[in-house]
């Protein structure tokens, strides 16, 4: 099911029309959202939650006083945001809690992994484009 | 195609069942795991594990992408969902058909004609097998005349349900409407599927159902019925075949229906038809069909000798049946007990924990189908089944006193168990008589507690 330009036209003058000020429509995998504009978005639809796992906990203190940075899920990690591309982090960098240091693919769809540590990354453990599992470690960090 | 690694899907008692089969076929087994489970017998017994997420089953056994990278990622040509979980979720099997991974089961179309139980209902209808007077209602004035039209009791079920869940007893007519607003909205909440529809109640029945086999392409058998009627809410706990006392005709008659409904399906794999025996009126009716091996296939395995989960793998394998319906036949009877870690003093209360120490027993025909092993974790996040103690024997008395003394001999320490509470059931003259109904242990239970 798709939409022509045509139809769209018709429901943004449907829209206009109304006095509604949002509309939200939904069919068979196709999904339009139209917002009047100037309208104060009152009751907005929750917006699918962004593809963002939570940093891990505080990762435990491996072998030499160096964090385990753990895979928050199961599928393929990539140390770059593309190939070709250089990596997010490499051995030396400086991570914060929030710095992405991969991307894990679970059937095409990619989530980041996030350090969750602050400090300095010093060995890469996953193999990029290898399957990595749930809580598998990814680097180790030596922690300020 | 012949399956080399498979990947299954679950946890417990199943997933040690399924590597079990997997072994005796030369079928590699990679099992996926949450946390939770890292520790267990089967992730001990399986060739390789993935820890596939947390705890909690909505973010690991119930993620669909998830098991299918792991299986996609660790080489698996197949995946085996067991029972429970994702095994009747038309999604993995959609996904497995894009994927180009064999999904040990039905088609994704049959899991989502079966799971609609006011489709299934329909598709009965047409294949002549009776269902329970009854039928979707659209308007108030139809739920009106077609309640005047069944009598009352009814039943109000949730077409997206089934296993006892999503249903309302109305006694009174005059209640009809509300309570089928009130299922409506439950229904939409629970199961994303707001229609119910109505089935005059059956007071007293009986649960039977025929396990079938199809080979995909219309050609079913059946491997004979279980009886299942010692129910609490609905949940099984003692499962058995034969069916007691039930009329030759009718069992022939059953077995047929359950073929006619399955082939009209074209039905891949193996499934369960499940009927409510009427039993003073002689008449059997449709309730549902499983599209998935059940908690209960060991009876069916005792009596006709036949590993249920290798012919799940033949048929997924594209070999389809491997014996014609003649070639089945049933030896004895056979006795099944579930074993749940729940607390029968504390209105049945799940007791997760670890097992200390644990015996289970052994001796001519007993088999126990379990991954209870001396200080094995019962994590709280599942299930509370941890084993099925199953006897088989020349006729039902024989099966009995092999299940009673097997019991017997099982120990189970550090848990709470149902364990003397089944023993209790095993030892109730109506149970020995056999035939009970669904009805029967409630009247057990309240006949304990007033002693």
């Keep these: ?144 | 195609m012949a399956i080399r690694r498979l990947f299954i899907a679950n946890r417990g008692e199943i997933a040690v069942r399924i590597i079990r089969t997997c072994r005796a076929l030369g079928i590699e087994t990679v099992l996926g795991v949450s946390e939770a489970d890292r520790g267990s017998l089967g992730a001990h017994l399986a060739d390789r594990v993935l820890c596939i997420g947390p705890a909690q089953p909505a973010l690991s056994y119930l993620r669909v992408e998830t098991i299918v990278q792991a299986a996609l990622g660790s080489g698996c040509d197949a995946i085996h969902p067991g029972y429970g979980f994702l095994s009747e979720r038309a999604d993995l099997a959609r996904l497995c058909e894009a994927e180009g991974v064999i999904f040990v089961g039905p088609t994704a179309e049959q899991i989502e004609a079966v799971g609609d139980k006011l489709r299934a209902r329909a598709a009965a209808e047409e294949a002549g097998v009776p269902v329970i007077p009854g039928g979707a209602a659209g308007t108030p004035d139809e739920a009106r005349a077609l309640a005047a039209a069944i009598g009352v009791p009814i039943l109000v079920k949730a077409a997206g349900g089934g296993g006892g869940r999503g249903m309302k007893l109305v006694e009174d007519a005059r209640d009809l409407a509300a309570t089928m607003d009130m299922a409506s909205a439950e229904a939409g909440a629970a199961f994303g599927d707001a229609r119910v529809y109505l089935e005059h109640y059956v007071a007293t029945g009986r649960h039977i159902e025929v396990q079938v086999l199809g080979d995909g392409a219309g050609g079913v058998i059946h491997l004979g019925e279980r009886d299942c009627s010692v129910q609490r809410r609905y949940q099984k706990l003692i499962e058995e075949t034969p069916a007691p006392h039930l009329p030759a005709v009718t069992r022939d008659a059953l077995h047929a229906a359950a073929v006619r409904f399955a082939a009209r399906l074209s039905y891949r794999g193996a499934g369960t038809v499940e009927f409510l025996y009427d039993v003073p009126r002689d008449a059997f009716y449709f309730l549902e069909m499983n599209a998935r091996i059940q908690v209960e296939h060991p009876v069916t395995e005792a009596v006709t000798g036949i590993d249920l989960i290798a012919e799940q793998i033949a048929i997924a394998e594209g070999r389809g049946l491997r014996f014609a319906q003649e070639d089945v036949s049933c030896a004895g009877a056979a006795i099944e007990c579930r074993i749940n870690a729940e607390d029968p003093a504390r209105d049945f209360a799940p007791s997760p924990g670890t097992v200390s120490t644990v015996r289970w027993p052994t001796g001519e025909g007993i088999r126990v189908d379990t991954h209870i092993i001396d200080g094995a974790r019962i994590p709280p996040f599942y299930d509370s089944m941890i084993a099925k103690v199953i006897a088989h024997g020349a006729d039902r008395a024989e099966a009995l006193a092999r299940l009673r003394a097997a019991l017997a001999n099982t120990r189970i320490e550090g848990i709470a168990t149902n364990l003397a509470f089944q023993t209790a059931i095993l030892a109730d003259a109506d149970f020995a008589r056999g035939g009970v109904d669904t009805g029967f242990l409630a009247r057990f239970l309240d006949q304990r507690i007033a002693a």
């Design chain 1, 1 to 144: 099911m798709t939409l022509t330009r045509a139809e769209v036209d018709r429901i943004i003058a449907l829209l206009e029309g109304s006095r509604f000020d949002r509309l939200s429509l939904e069919m068979d995998g196709l999904k339009l959202d139209l917002v009047r504009s100037g309208a104060t978005p009152s009751a907005p639809r929750a917006a699918p939650p962004p593809v963002e796992i939570a940093p891990p906990p505080p990762p435990p203190v491996a072998r030499d006083g160096l964090v385990e940075v753990k895979s928050p899920l199961l599928g393929i990690y990539y140390r770059a945001p593309r190939p070709g591309e250089p990596p997010f982090v490499e051995v030396g960098a400086r991570v914060e809690p929030d710095t992405i240091i991969g991307i894990i693919e679970v059937m095409k769809l990619m989530n980041t992994a996030r350090a969750g540590v602050t400090g300095e990354v010093v060995e890469i453990v996953a193999a990029n484009g290898e399957m990595v599992e749930h809580g598998e470690t990814l680097l180790l960090v030596r922690p300020d």
